[in-house]
């Protein structure tokens, strides 16, 4: 509810495009330095601790912040908290791993696809708000619904949830470490994930993939608005009609897809997510049936390519040096996506189309990438087979 509007609140409390972008861009440096720290701090303090700590600080404190800004240097200090985010984010994933059997991995992350689906059917209850206010107050009013809604799911969360085996093992270990300890057993972190010849492929897509999410959740609003002239009321109804494409190919399409083929499909998601980007850009103002089927292309097309690569990067990495290696993988990843913001922002200023053109045409590139990683991955699998 709150992601559809937050660009276009910060255009209405008087900031340019290229300030939202540098607000992005900002969150994403520091993001940088938080994945850092976060497979240490994850594994000193464990995984549900850690998690429940840094999820409070870095998302109920930035929403009431968010609340009541009325200037960029609100929206920056919100998004310096909120960039602690990589600590949580690491200790949720290693809590969502450890304990899973390999084989059902990918199962584990449709389900997490289908949980966020199901949340984004309620985005158009956000058009009634605007109906009865203006844009700036019914905002402010999610993001107050919001502060509630993830401080009471993260205290619920906490009393439910137990530590892994992993977590309660590696918090042992983490008393005792001194500052060589922690170089070393990043560097070893740091020497598989370089040794690993399948994991660049994966982090060059991932990569590309950040950068699309990042431009898309912070320019495509304020297109459809812009330059595509529909109402604020109406494109919070594309959100749920995202989730119901989503709702829909997870219980019809996914179940039946095999972990096997995962090349082939995230393939064709980067193809349907590429085309549903050249879409937008032909689209003429005020189609409804345009704007449908883009949100529909990219619903399945993020469908199949997160839980497929989420799956083939849990299962190449060691449980015991899981938390560093997905916390030296994220830094990767953040320094190459944190100019996405800025970058998106002073192309959008150029021409509102460019941003969305240049992620179409990356999107083309690792579709390629894919292609070239799972023949290798095959070809390997067939010699493994013959001996």
Same mark, same amino acid.
């Given at each position: 509810m709150v992601i559809t509007y937050a660009s276009v609140y910060m255009l209405e409390l008087g900031l340019s495009h290229s300030q939202i972008g540098l607000i992005a861009t900002i969150g994403s440096v520091l993001q940088v330095f938080t994945s850092l720290g976060s497979g240490y701090l994850t594994d000193r303090l464990g995984r549900k601790k850690a998690l429940f700590m840094f999820d409070l600080l870095c998302w109920s404190v930035p929403a009431l912040i968010w609340m009541f800004s009325s200037d960029i240097w609100h929206f920056v200090i919100a998004v310096t908290i909120n960039s602690l985010v990589k600590i949580p984010t690491t200790a949720f994933y290693c809590l969502l791993i450890e304990d899973t059997p390999a084989g059902v991995r990918s199962k584990v992350f449709s389900i997490?696809?289908? $949980?966020?689906?199901a949340g984004g059917v309620f985005a158009p209850l956000a058009a009634i708000l605007i109906a009865y206010y203006d844009l700036v107050t019914s905002v402010r009013l999610l993001y107050a619904f919001f502060f509630m809604c993830t401080t009471m799911m993260v205290i619920a969360r906490h009393y439910f949830l137990y530590d892994t085996e992993i977590s309660v093992s590696k918090r042992g270990e983490a008393v005792s470490d001194t500052l060589p300890m922690i170089v070393k057993q990043y560097r070893s972190a740091a020497g598989s994930l370089l040794r690993n010849r399948s994991v660049l492929p994966i982090m060059f897509v991932y990569v590309l993939f950040n950068v699309q999410i990042i431009v898309k959740n912070t320019f495509l609003s304020v297109y459809m608005v812009d330059y595509l002239n529909f109402d604020t009321m109406t494109i919070a109804w594309f959100p749920a009609i995202s989730s119901i494409s989503m709702l829909a190919a997870l219980l019809g399409v996914i179940?039946? #897809?095999k972990q096997s083929r995962m090349f082939v499909y995230i393939t064709i998601g *980067?193809?349907? $997510?590429?085309? /549903? =980007?050249?879409l937008l850009l032909v689209s003429p103002p005020k189609s409804f049936v345009f704007v449908i089927l883009i949100t529909v292309l990219h619903a399945?097309? $993020? #469908? *199949?390519? #997160?839980?497929?690569?989420? /799956?083939?990067?849990?299962n190449v990495v060691e449980d015991a040096e899981r938390a560093k290696f997905y916390a030296l993988f994220t830094v990767c990843i953040m320094l190459f996506t944190s100019p996405a913001g800025a #970058?998106?922002?002073?192309? =959008?200023?150029?021409r509102p189309g460019i941003p969305f053109l240049l992620i179409a045409i990356g999107l083309v590139v690792c579709m390629g990438v894919m292609l070239v990683e799972g023949k290798r991955i095959g070809k390997q699998i067939i010699r493994t087979q013959i001996k």
């Open positions: 997490l696809q289908f $949980t966020g689906a179940p039946r #897809l *980067l193809s349907v $997510t590429a085309v /549903s =980007y050249v399945i097309g $993020t #469908l *199949l390519i #997160l839980p497929f690569l989420e /799956s083939f990067l849990s #970058l998106g922002g002073w192309f =959008y200023d150029i």
